[in-house]
């Protein structure tokens, strides 16, 4: 049986091990399904009075911040791989002393072998509760998402200050161009929904992409995700550096779960080039500048012909013609 003076001891070393610097983002074992997190570090007192550097890592991405006399929260957004990160802090005070801290996430995708199946520990949860956007209210407008649906500017929205890395890349879908955040993200008020999205996430897209529904929803054979709703497997409702906002350059989309198709090679053997038909890395033919890939010859949404063929080609041969009309 311990002692007064030894249980004493250990709840000093307990108190100790905790103390410092708080990470207030992101929440220790949460999904994430955006490849950036935005991270968030409230300092004490005494760490804003004697540190030198304050510094954030998930992996290879990194970030280091001076210490400023009148701040004591630091933000910043950073990359994270599919599956499992750990988001590192680290704080240095002027007599080069550190304190480490960490949470681990998930970054949850299909698209990727490591990050199909997020370990029990790992859950979805919404950050924008009212707790939670109580402690960033001092530097940041938590207010409710404006009635108008497009604000005069970007720095406008309430939205943009933390959530402006979702529009760095190449392509951005018109609502996050124009931060017409609430044509997706709706406030209703209640802490555990506010700014979620429904799942399946279609009920948002067919509501301005509706034609598209019309022609889908009336093929005969529809692929995987469109028949599920789940339009965000393949594309980022945000932005991408792909055509048509896809989360990877066609050919490597495609074959992420058709892997058997992964080769390079398809169709006929013997039917072309020696072996078979190319899938990729070759001119397309029937589409002048463009590659060849996959979407040549299969429809990735709807088709009336069982191997989802483009136009709605019910033979082979007339497939082929699109290419190799001689």
Same mark, same amino acid.
């Given at each position: 049986?311990?002692?007064?003076?030894?249980?004493?001891?250990?709840?000093?070393?307990?108190?100790?091990?905790?103390?410092?610097?708080?990470?207030? !983002?992101p929440?220790?074992?949460s999904?994430?399904?955006?490849? %950036?997190?935005?991270?968030?570090?409230?300092?004490?007192?005494?760490?804003?009075? $004697?540190?030198?550097?304050?510094?954030?890592?998930?992996?290879?991405?990194?970030?280091?911040?001076?210490? $400023?006399?009148?701040?004591?929260?630091?933000?910043? !957004?950073?990359?994270?791989?599919?599956?499992?990160?750990?988001?590192?802090?680290?704080?240095?005070?002027?007599?080069?002393?550190?304190? @480490?801290? $960490?949470?681990?996430?998930? +970054?949850?995708?299909?698209?990727? @072998?490591?990050?199909?199946?997020?370990?029990?520990?790992?859950?979805?949860?919404?950050?924008?509760?009212?707790?939670?956007?109580?402690?960033?209210? @001092?530097?940041h407008d938590?207010s409710?998402?404006?009635?108008e649906?497009?604000?005069?500017?970007?720095e406008?929205?309430?939205?943009?200050?933390?959530?402006?890395?979702?529009?760095?890349?190449?392509?951005?879908?018109?609502?996050? !161009?124009?931060?017409?955040c609430?044509?997706?993200?709706?406030?209703?008020?209640?802490?555990?929904?506010?700014?979620?999205?429904?799942?399946?996430?279609s009920?948002?897209?067919?509501?301005?992409?509706?034609? +598209?529904?019309?022609?889908?929803?009336?093929?005969?054979?529809?692929?995987?995700?469109?028949?599920?709703?789940?339009? $965000?497997?393949?594309?980022?409702p945000?932005s991408?550096?792909?055509? %048509?906002?896809? @989360?990877?350059?066609?050919? +490597?989309?495609?074959?992420?779960?058709?892997?058997?198709? !992964?080769?390079?090679?398809?169709?006929?053997?013997?039917?072309?080039?020696?072996?078979?038909?190319?899938?990729?890395?070759?001119?397309?033919?029937?589409?002048?500048?463009?590659?060849?890939?996959?979407?040549?010859?299969?429809?990735?949404?709807?088709?009336?012909?069982? %191997?989802? %063929?483009?136009?709605?080609?019910?033979?082979?041969?007339?497939?082929?013609?699109?290419?190799?009309?001689?």
């Open positions: 049986m311990k002692s007064f003076s030894q249980i004493f001891i250990i709840f000093v070393i307990l108190i100790h091990i905790t103390e410092g610097f708080e990470i207030l !983002a929440i220790k074992n999904i994430h399904n955006e490849e %950036f997190v935005s991270i968030s570090v409230k300092l004490t007192e005494d760490e804003i009075e $004697n540190g030198v550097s304050l510094e954030f890592k998930v992996g290879k991405s990194y970030f280091m911040f001076g210490m $400023n006399p009148e701040r004591n929260v630091y933000c910043k !957004a950073l990359k994270i791989k599919p599956g499992k990160n750990i988001v590192e802090i680290t704080y240095t005070d002027q007599d080069g002393k550190q304190k @480490k801290k $960490n949470v681990e996430i998930f +970054r949850y995708s299909i698209l990727y @072998k490591q990050s199909e199946e997020p370990p029990a520990k790992f859950e979805e949860k919404a950050f924008h509760t009212r707790s939670n956007e109580d402690r960033c209210k @001092k530097c938590m409710s998402l404006p009635e649906l497009i604000p005069e500017s970007p406008k929205s309430p939205c943009y200050s933390c959530h402006k890395v979702l529009t760095s890349r190449k392509k951005i879908h018109a609502p996050s !161009a124009n931060w017409a609430n044509y997706c993200h709706i406030d209703v008020g209640i802490s555990y929904q506010r700014y979620e999205t429904p799942f399946p996430i009920e948002k897209c067919f509501s301005c992409h509706e034609y +598209r529904k019309r022609i889908w929803m009336n093929k005969k054979y529809v692929h995987g995700p469109t028949s599920t709703g789940q339009c $965000n497997i393949c594309h980022n945000h991408s550096n792909n055509i %048509f906002f896809l @989360k990877k350059p066609i050919w +490597r989309l495609c074959t992420s779960c058709h892997a058997e198709k !992964a080769s390079g090679t398809h169709v006929l053997a013997g039917f072309v080039f020696g072996k078979s038909h190319p899938t990729h890395g070759r001119p397309d033919p029937s589409r002048p500048g463009r590659e060849l890939v996959c979407s040549s010859c299969h429809n990735p949404h709807a088709s009336n012909y069982k %191997f989802m %063929f483009n136009n709605d080609y019910t033979g082979d041969r007339y497939l082929c013609q699109m290419c190799h009309k001689k």
